[in-house]
């Protein structure tokens, strides 16, 4: 056989190679799914208004330290530490929606009065109760993966959206049982607002915690509340009561006190109570639980049971205002704390 000399060997390889990397260069192109995870994995994400991507720096009052938690992370926290898992979906995606404009609003503020350096908000009912996974898993034990896939998708199904009026963030107050009527914010606090008025709410009649009696003796109730009763059966006379049928202020033999007072001094469950005297104790009654301003919770749920969606429960107790994307708020945010 004749013998084929190296260098003619050479020229063909050369030709060979240069004729096969172009269709090796194509042929994964050439596959759409191919070429579509590889676009995928180059393409940049953009991120700058994405609110994974914003982290919510809470002070966690038992160990004294700041935790990042990522925003949709804290509400989630937030909803699962205020309102019953059993709860109704839509009364839970209700309470989302609070939480989430609740730390919106928070997060945009410029006053961070009594929070270490660093912090938004506390783990507390000074702002909202917060807990994490960890804590859920351990507060909930079995009823742990059915509890949390519900709140999860309270969260999801109102991602991106919060209460406004006016194009701001609403101040997002709640309760957990009304005496029957939500309150006016100016008969709780000093300031009004638009959309913190007094509605009915008689959903709150079938709570657990609508009712509440505690008993003291005339020596601790004088003395909690600054004041000195008569020798007669006679406690105090109601001057006034709220718009929403909370006691406004009582006069106690001379002594003025508001409604709000009595309730705090005494740690009742309301400021809509009825009181009596017998021998040396002294009865207290109350309707509902909690301050009374904005979303009852248990009203909520009451809504969410008649079929009544979370935007028709949020608009109820928030009168007048929008359900809007928070969106350009965090982005300004973002850009501002860069």
Known sequence: MK???????????????????????????NDSKASSNILEEIEPVNTSSDESSIEVAVYRSAKKE????SLESYVTGVVASEMPAEFELEALKAQTLAARTYIVKQMMSDEK?????????????????????RELKKLWGK????????????????????????????TAQFFSTSNGYTENSEAYWSNPFPYLKSVESPWDT??????????????????????????????????????????????I?????????VREKLDLKSADFIWKRKNDQIIIETKGYGHGVGMSQYGANGMALEGKKYE???????????VSKSEPLLTNFTAKNR
């Open 3 to 29: 013998q084929i000399k190296p260098i003619v060997v050479l020229i063909i390889s050369l030709v060979f190679v240069t004729l096969l990397i172009p269709t090796v260069l194509v042929l994964p192109f």
């Open 66 to 69: 700041i935790e990042q938690v």
């Open 113 to 133: 009065i009594g929070l270490p350096k660093g912090a938004i908000v506390t783990d507390t009912e000074l702002h909202q109760v917060f807990k994490n996974d």
């Open 143 to 170: 009823d742990y993966d059915w509890k949390i896939k519900k709140i999860k998708e309270a969260v999801k199904a109102t991602e991106g959206q919060i209460l406004t009026y006016n194009g701001e963030p609403i």
């Open 206 to 251: 079938k709570s657990p915690k609508f009712y509440d009696k505690k008993v003291f003796s005339v020596k601790d109730f004088e003395k909690l509340l600054g004041v000195k009763l008569g020798a007669d059966d006679q406690i105090g006379k109601i001057l006034d009561r709220t718009p929403g049928k909370r006691v406004g202020n009582v006069n």
């Open 253 to 261: 033999n001379g002594n003025v006190l508001s409604g709000r007072e």
């Open 312 to 322: 028709d429960i949020v608009k109820y107790y928030y009168q007048g205002v929008e």
